[in-house]
């Protein structure tokens, strides 16, 4: 097949998803696949018209991918690397190139990419591509928006308010710790572990950096989990453990920051349990494809918790869904295959 992957973009997750975005272009070219990594912001400069040859060039279009730094990508200097100035969020080719295909595997994170606006575009053009939809992806990227959706549905959540505009809350009506996070981020950056009153505006000043709306959410002393969904059916759970501190940026993407272990060490009747709530998320968000939904288990009472749900989740060296695949026998070249194949089915 010829296969676009579609990587990179403006998100605060740019570094991430490039680092997903090779991992899924090598596995497709060793199964034999035309693949094409693309960044779709900076696209594919050429002076003469694009073709499908392109999808024939032997070259390596990943080597120039570096592995995810323990920091944010600055992104400053984005706009100046585009001739055209970036005025439209796809770079130059990228929908031509995408048309070409026989698909687009989405390896984007973050906005932009993670939050539907890409989708809604190709479904426009009559371009498949791989994940849910546009409308399942916006829900999901706002967590305030989904965690109502979860409560309406009976899925516990932390209790939590939301924020907007820079408005501030009295530190006295807030327990702690607590945690305060950006409402449409991901990869754990914009959210902050308070765990003193009158360090409560700080992280809010912190979280409203990277967009107008901030969660205030209870903290929930326990364990961490993630259960990944493919066509409505839950993987094996899997348990994350940071060595220090909680599943931030650095801990997610830095080898050797956590303990993974998959299956999770839980009883029959929490794992189900979990397992319940992560598919009743996909289907109340109206996901198709595949997701990702991470959860706490309090430590006081096995009380189960949805913190929010991925409609891209990470396919880095570290990342939670091929970990989970594995487990059931699932190589990561057939986890990839298995997505471009349920992503075609919907």
Not at 86 to 110: E, Q, R
Not at 125 to 142: E, F, H, N, R, W
Not at 171 to 186: I, Q
Not at 289 to 296: G, I, K, P
Request: aromatic share 8%; with cysteine.
């Amino acid at each position: 097949m010829k296969i676009v992957v579609l990587a990179g973009g403006t998100s605060t997750e740019r570094d991430v998803s490039l680092s997903s975005g090779s991992k899924i272009y090598r596995a497709l070219k060793n199964r034999g696949h035309k693949a094409i990594l693309l960044d779709v912001w900076l696209g594919y400069e050429s002076e003469t018209p694009v073709t499908e040859d392109l999808f024939d060039l032997d070259v390596d279009w990943a080597k120039d991918i570096q592995a995810v730094s323990a920091e944010c990508p600055d992104l400053s200097h984005l706009k100046e690397l585009r001739r055209d100035g970036g005025k439209s969020m796809f770079g130059p080719n990228v929908l031509a190139l995408c048309d070409m295909a026989d698909i687009v595997f989405l390896g984007l994170h973050g906005a932009n990419g993670e939050d539907g606006r890409i989708q809604a575009a190709f479904d426009l053009m009559g371009i498949p591509y791989t994940g849910t939809g546009y409308l399942s992806s916006a829900l999901a990227m706002d967590k305030s928006i989904s965690k109502e959706f979860f409560r309406n549905a009976g899925i516990p959540t932390p209790a939590g308010i939301t924020l907007k505009c820079g408005e501030q809350v009295d530190p006295a009506s807030v327990p702690y710790p607590c945690m305060v996070k950006t409402a449409c981020g991901g990869s754990s950056v914009g959210t902050y572990r308070v765990e003193r009153p009158e360090d409560l505006k700080e992280a809010l000043d912190a979280a409203y950096a990277f967009g107008d709306d901030v969660i205030v959410e209870q903290f929930v002393t326990g364990r961490e989990f993630s259960v990944g969904v493919i066509d409505g059916k839950a993987l094996p759970v899997i348990e994350i453990a940071p060595l220090e501190g909680f599943y931030d940026y650095k801990n997610k993407y830095q080898p050797g920051s956590t303990i993974e272990t998959c299956p999770a060490e839980l009883s029959p009747e929490l794992t189900a349990k979990m397992q319940h709530y992560a598919e009743r998320v996909f289907e109340v968000l109206g996901m198709r494809s595949y997701a990702r939904m991470d959860f706490m288990l309090s430590a006081s009472d096995d009380s189960i918790y949805c913190l929010e749900a991925n409609t891209l989740p990470g396919m880095t060296p570290t990342s939670l869904l091929p970990q989970e695949a594995a487990v059931i026998g699932m190589s990561f070249e057939d986890l990839c295959e298995k997505l471009i194949e349920v992503s075609l089915r919907q």
